[in-house]
């Protein structure tokens, strides 16, 4: 059974910085890709970032290129979202992700089949 555990989540005014992570378990974890992605109240989920098996293969939201840094340690099954010139609009519930095939990332909600119970995000201005 894939479990995945965020943290990292919390309050912090417009221009500050947060770092989120997540860890794995449950199979062997540098063998899938992993992403991030957040919900807005009263919006869909949305894409933030992912990341390749190796970790050489990385993609962006738009709206967070330049500001957020995704990174992976396949030894320690962990996956870390730093983000950085944070934004009320990125005020959101955050979510670890992880497919249950070996194959490159994507971007789609539905490629994902395992999801970590989330972790708030809040930025005030």
């Known amino acids: 059974q894939v479990q995945l555990v965020e943290s990292g989540g919390g309050l912090v005014q417009a221009g500050g910085s947060l770092r989120l992570s997540c860890v794995a378990s449950?199979?062997?974890?540098?063998?899938?890709?992993m992403a991030w992605f957040r919900q807005a109240p009263g919006k869909e989920r949305e894409f933030v970032a992912a990341?390749?098996?190796?970790?050489?293969?990385?993609d962006y939201a738009d709206s967070v290129k330049g500001r957020f840094t995704i990174a992976r340690d396949n030894a320690k099954k962990t996956v870390n979202l730093q983000m950085n010139s944070l934004k009320p609009d990125d005020t959101a519930v955050y979510y670890c992700a992880a497919p249950d095939i070996p194959l490159h990332y994507r971007t789609e909600r539905g490629f994902y089949a395992y999801w970590g119970q989330g972790t708030p995000v809040t930025v005030s201005s």
């Open positions: 449950g199979r062997t974890f540098g063998n899938y890709a």
């Open positions: 990341i390749s098996r190796s970790g050489g293969s990385i």
